[in-house]
């Protein structure tokens, strides 16, 4: 005889709807480890596609996912005749709202290096890549602009010749990849009052130079060649920062991401106790319901491992079933949030071990009351 199989057949509904309030909890918690992982993915999207195995900053800075960043673009040619560097490509990207049709659409303009870099590492899924160096973009699909749209962006009119998918920025923004020299233009951009007062303020209206700053030179090596030597000479300049591209991680998750990852531990831990909480308190009304029955096993002779076994299978039993239920309901909602959520395979696992620890936890409360029963209670 068990009494667990036997309580979750006589009380079903009850098992399913505690199963349903744990199974939210856990799709919850699932949902925020994956949100974080979304998150990260998107972060490091155009460090992992771009191939670059350096990236030259402004001095003392920590790079364009960190912090506001302007070099020199003419900074590319001298990155090119170092020894051992097989490419160079200057690195604009930057988030503007813009009144797109009747809507305020904000987007993070990610500028090409073109010709050299034509977005053929972009994944496509309609259109192609830029074939001319001026009014053609690459738009994510988040941005809703359909192929072969015009669309208005500062004094210039662009046409959306390719549609990519997951391409958006840390912040959720869909990316619009155009060439530099209209990233350029889109960046500098004001309005016809704005550049009057400059120019009076200025003692100069050259402003040539500004005009030609990017935020980063990427730097591709030649295989074989020795990235600490290359490194070295790039930083022997002295008016730049030199990064590699597990620096430039390691400083993007260190520094932009490490309070969101606080902020969603902290939320992982009070999901988790809730569920602890909530557990504990149905296999704690379960074993009352049950103390005649624990009585009188306790008469006939059954050892206080049998009932702490049942109590603890039973527990068991409501974590398996709402992990699962869990795990379903992630895999159907978190497809259609308006962020990344990647449900990752390692982290599904160390989840559903995290669950089953609490249910096991938050079977002691049915155990110890359970342990206090006497056999002399099943007169009562």
């Known amino acids: 005889m068990n009494l667990a199989w036997l309580d979750v057949k006589r009380h079903v509904f009850r098992f399913q709807l505690t199963g ?39 001095g003392d800075r920590a790079g364009p996912f960190a912090e506001e960043s302007a070099i020199s673009g003419t900074l590319e040619r001298r990155a090119e005749g170092v020894p051992g560097v097989q490419w160079s490509r200057k690195f604009i990207q930057f988030n503007q709202q813009f009144q797109i049709g009747n809507r305020r659409l904000r987007m993070a303009i990610t500028g090409l290096d073109y010709p ?28 809703d602009l359909p192929l072969g749209a015009k669309i208005r962006i500062a004094r210039d009119d662009y046409t959306i010749v390719g549609i990519t998918s997951g391409q958006v920025d840390m912040a959720g923004d869909g990316i619009l990849f155009v060439t ?8 500098d951009a004001y309005t016809s009052e704005a550049v009057l007062l400059r120019r009076a303020a200025s003692d100069s209206d050259d402003t040539s130079d ?20 290359v490194r070295d000479v790039l930083r022997s300049w002295g008016d730049v920062e030199v990064y590699t591209r597990a620096e430039q991680e390691e400083i993007l998750l260190d520094s932009r991401l490490w309070r969101l990852r606080l902020q ?50 039973q527990a068991i039993l409501i974590g398996v ?16 949030f308006p962020r990344t959520v990647l ?38």
């Open 20 to 58: 349903a309030g744990v199974g939210l909890l856990l799709c919850a918690m699932i949902g925020m480890v994956g949100l974080y992982r979304g998150v990260v993915y998107e972060a490091l999207l155009i460090i992992e596609n771009v191939g670059a195995d350096l990236w030259i900053t402004q």
């Open 116 to 143: 050299a870099d034509t977005g053929s590492w972009v994944p496509l899924i309609k259109g192609r890549g830029l074939y001319s160096g001026h009014y053609e973009a690459i738009a994510d699909r988040s941005l």
């Open 180 to 187: 530099i020299l209209d990233a350029q233009s889109i960046r």
């Open 210 to 229: 500004k005009k030609n700053e990017v935020a980063a030179v990427m730097v591709k090596l030649q295989p074989g060649a020795d990235l600490t030597q």
């Open 264 to 313: 969603i531990l902290a939320f992982v831990v009070m999901t988790a106790q809730v569920t602890a909480i909530v557990v504990g308190l149905t296999i704690y009304t379960m074993t009352l319901e049950k103390i005649h029955e624990i009585a009188l096993l306790k008469l006939i002779g059954a050892r206080d491992r049998f009932i702490m076994l049942m109590i603890l299978q």
């Open 321 to 336: 079933v709402a992990f699962l239920g869990g795990l379903v309901l992630a895999h159907l909602f978190f497809p259609h």
């Open 343 to 380: 449900i990752l395979r390692d982290d599904v696992m160390v989840e559903f071990v995290m669950a089953l620890l609490l249910c096991v936890v938050a079977s002691w409360f049915g155990i110890r009351r359970a342990m206090r029963v006497r056999a002399q209670d099943v007169l009562s």
